[in-house]
């Protein structure tokens, strides 16, 4: 992937891209607005949700620990899971030890982020998307571009195209003269991947949250699809963010109410599936969890940055965010585009990468995403946090950027080399071009004019009418 500017620039040129983003963005945020204000306890539920997160981080391994012990006397088996390699290795294991072939997935961040689809793939495991929008992205060879709405950039025409071409190729086709009604995409999404939910053994999801004190496992949705993935299959495996956990049922509570209503405006979500281990007869004959590692530790370790791992995936920064609004989100990528993108992503990968250098500066620092966040991450703080960092890292503009105020701090110290700079200045301010040179100040200037040499220093003309 590019830098965010590259890739921002082409986007931005995207109308179709654009009016999608800001249609849905606007539709979402304004519901999300009048679902919060029924609540006059809201900003006590963010304060609470955010002391939660806190607390849970600073003891993150007694948790973990305790989560383990749970999950293994309900039955269950726990594997860790350092980086990506190690998760996709652990999870083909799983499988290929089921004699499938085939998988069926509820929406997981997590194992996007770790490439779980292309490694299945390429071990020659099938791995079905059942989410709606993820079922869009995948079919029409495509990437995520938001955290709740994957598939936000593409309106009700583009996906009834996407339907008709490629359904055929995946199971059951699409409805021949399939309109652009939703109703009439959800009914063809469904039939399709019946007989996916009907024909898998196996199921690998994500989770919304981990209980420690029971070794329960949360998922939220709005479809079912989730409810479908994490009962019918014999053997079902989740992969999850070690964050992810919180201490009690009486901490989920808390989230049970911010987390609809922030992401999908809801007073609660139509499916919340629970689950603690395997019991005889209902559901999953075995469940295995992978704990995902991929980075989180470094960023714990990091007292600013760590805010970000209070994160519970609603996407309403997103959704208030005027870069993300313009830019999408494929310009960000990672799976997590938008604000909480650019200071979560950062910290995964680290960056050494062009893109991941780019990312803490994708943002205009309005502070609008603090303002909804519903666990408080300071999102603007952490941004100029990592641009700090990338400063300090170096790189080409950095290293101009230091060399010029090196030069400008000697020349403030120095008063007589200072007005024979401003002298030199006005002299030849005739010669002087309309826009700064280089690829590093360029850009600033191509939006913007340059001020205009006056024709005597302010010292000169101070000195000759005020003696």
């Given at each position: ?6 890739a921002?620039?082409t ?23 009048r679902?919060v204000?029924?609540?006059?306890d809201?900003?006590a539920?963010?304060?609470a949700?955010?002391?939660i ?7 993150l391994d007694?948790y973990?620990?305790?989560?383990e ?15 990506a ?21 509820v ?9 779980l ?6 071990e020659g ?6 989410d709606l929008?993820?079922l ?11 955290i709740?709405?994957?598939a936000?950039?593409r ?10 071409a ?17 109703a009439?995409?959800a ?26 004190e ?15 993935c994490?009962t019918?299959?014999?053997t079902?495996v989740?992969?999850?963010g ?20 922030s992401s999908?405006a ?7 599936s629970t ?6 007869g209902d ?6 969890l992978v704990l ?6 470094d960023?714990?370790a990091?007292?600013v ?9 609603c ?21 997590y585009p938008?604000p909480?993108g ?31 966040c519903?666990?408080?991450i300071?999102?603007?703080e ?18 101009l950027e230091r060399?010029?105020?090196k030069a ?22 005739a010669?002087?071009p ?15 004019d ?10 000169d003309?101070?000195k000759?009418?005020?003696t």
């Amino acid at each position: 992937m590019p830098s965010f500017p590259k890739a921002a620039r082409t986007a931005v040129g995207d109308t179709t891209l654009r009016a999608n983003l800001r249609h849905a963005t606007h539709t979402i945020r304004d519901k999300r607005a009048r679902a919060v204000a029924e609540l006059d306890d809201w900003a006590a539920l963010r304060r609470a949700g955010k002391e939660i997160k806190d607390r849970t981080l600073r003891h993150l391994d007694t948790y973990l620990l305790q989560l383990e012990e749970a999950v293994t006397a309900a039955g269950g088996t726990v594997h860790w899971a350092a980086d990506a390699a190690e998760a996709n290795r652990i999870v083909t294991e799983l499988v290929k030890a089921t004699g499938e072939t085939e998988v069926v997935k509820v929406k997981s961040m997590a194992t996007q982020e770790i490439g779980l689809n292309e490694h299945l793939e390429a071990e020659g495991i099938a791995a079905y998307e059942t989410d709606l929008a993820e079922l869009i992205v995948q079919l029409g060879d495509d990437r995520p571009s938001h955290i709740l709405v994957p598939a936000i950039h593409r309106n009700r025409g583009e996906i009834r195209d996407i339907f008709l071409a490629e359904m055929g190729r995946w199971g059951r086709p699409a409805p021949e003269g399939l309109s652009d009604a939703p109703a009439e995409l959800a009914e063809a999404a469904r039939l399709h991947l019946r007989e996916k939910f009907l024909r898998s053994k196996v199921g690998i999801s994500g989770a919304n949250f981990m209980v420690a004190e029971t070794g329960t496992l949360v998922v939220v949705e709005s479809e079912g699809n989730g409810r479908m993935c994490l009962t019918l299959p014999e053997t079902l495996v989740s992969v999850v963010g070690i964050e992810k956990v919180v201490p009690t049922w009486r901490d989920l509570e808390v989230f049970l109410q911010t987390l609809p209503r922030s992401s999908t405006a809801e007073r609660m979500n139509p499916y919340t599936s629970t689950w603690t281990g395997t019991t005889d007869g209902d559901g999953p004959r075995a469940f295995h969890l992978v704990l995902l590692d991929n980075g989180r530790t470094d960023a714990l370790a990091d007292e600013v940055g760590r805010q970000a791992l209070r994160c519970i995936r609603c996407s309403a920064c997103l959704n208030v965010c005027p870069v993300y609004e313009r830019a999408g989100g494929h310009a960000y990528g990672s799976v997590y585009p938008g604000p909480i993108g650019a200071i979560l992503t950062p910290q995964l990968r680290g960056t050494a990468s062009e893109v991941d250098a780019s990312l803490p500066y994708a943002s205009s620092l309005c502070g609008a995403c603090y303002e909804v966040c519903p666990v408080a991450i300071d999102i603007p703080e952490v941004l100029v946090h990592l641009r700090e960092r990338v400063a300090g890292e170096g790189g080409r503009g950095h290293r101009l950027e230091r060399t010029a105020v090196k030069a400008a701090t000697w020349l403030l110290d120095h008063p007589n080399a200072l007005a024979a700079a401003e002298r030199l200045a006005s002299a030849t301010r005739a010669l002087h071009p309309k826009r700064l040179p280089g690829p590093g100040a360029g850009p600033w200037s191509d939006h913007r004019d340059l001020p205009d040499v006056p024709a005597e220093p302010f010292r000169d003309w101070w000195k000759r009418n005020r003696t």
